[in-house]
């Protein structure tokens, strides 16, 4: 198991609301924090990926899951 003490600061961070999810915006936000140069289509398509159980927002083992896999 990973050290992801990091990767979980940077989750709450960006949940703006601290609702214990990603939505859509703060995702926006998340993505643009890390550079990366991604078209507002590109996100959403994005987001629907790590979004695996397609409930709107990223909950943080999605998260973990997206970024341990790229
Ligand atoms: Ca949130
Ligand atoms: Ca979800």
Same mark, same amino acid.
């Not at 590109?42 to 997206?66: A, H, K, P, Q, S």
């Given at each position: 198991?990973?050290?992801?003490?990091?990767?979980?600061?940077?989750?709450?961070? /960006?949940?703006?609301?601290?609702?214990?999810?990603?939505?859509?915006?703060? /995702?926006?936000?998340?993505?643009?924090?890390?550079?990366?140069?991604?078209?507002?289509?590109?996100?959403?398509?994005? /987001?629907?990926?790590?979004?695996?159980?397609?409930?709107?927002?990223?909950?943080?083992?999605? /998260?973990?899951?997206?970024?341990?896999?790229?």
């Amino acid at each position: 198991m990973p050290d992801n003490s990091e990767l979980r600061e940077n989750f709450d961070y /960006f949940d703006s609301d601290n609702n214990g999810a990603i939505d859509k915006d703060e /995702f926006a936000n998340l993505l643009d924090a890390l550079g990366a140069d991604m078209s507002a289509e590109e996100v959403v398509i994005g /987001f629907e990926v790590i979004d695996t159980n397609g409930n709107g927002r990223i909950e943080f083992d999605e /998260f973990l899951n997206w970024w341990t896999s790229r």
